[in-house]
């Protein structure tokens, strides 16, 4: 599968993680992908394929992080959305994924950072439903 077709494959229905900047969107290709790569090894190691040939893609930087996650390999998922940041501060999507491990990762402090900083690239890029969701969750956080 190359990356213009994954990148295809992640933009219609609803799972559990966001490639494009909103939350929950993910296609139903995406789905039918990751249930014929049951193996979270063969989904990583495919992913971590794309992600050699293609360089720092911030998409395929996303999906091995969720992989990562999914893993419980949280270190790997840190570092792969760090390396989002850092080259691709206005990829929304990042934001609330990160802000959420950092909660998991016992960094409340972070994770509020985290998801002002998101709410401020929402807000520079008119994207109302992601800063919805980043307010709604440091709300939740702040509380």
């Known amino acids: 599968m190359s990356i213009q077709c994954l990148r295809q494959c992640f933009c219609c229905d609803t799972i559990n993680y966001s490639l494009t900047g909103q939350f929950p969107i993910v296609t139903m290709q995406m ?5 014929k790569h049951k193996n979270m090894n063969d989904r990583l190691d495919h992913l971590l394929q794309l992600l050699k040939e293609s360089g720092d ?3 395929l930087l ?3 992080a969720k992989e990562y996650e999914k893993r419980g390999d949280f270190q790997n998922a840190l570092e792969n959305y760090l390396r989002i940041l850092a080259n691709d501060p206005a990829y929304i999507g990042l934001y609330y994924h990160l802000g959420k491990l950092y909660e998991e990762l016992g960094q409340p402090g972070k994770a509020i950072e985290t998801y002002r900083a998101g709410i401020q690239q929402a807000t520079k890029s008119g994207d109302q439903h992601a800063r919805s969701e980043l307010a709604s969750a440091l709300m939740e956080l702040e509380d």
Do not use: E, G, I, P
């Open 31 to 35: 789905h039918l992908f990751l249930r």
């Open 57 to 59: 893609d911030s998409f």
């Open 62 to 64: 996303f999906a091995v």
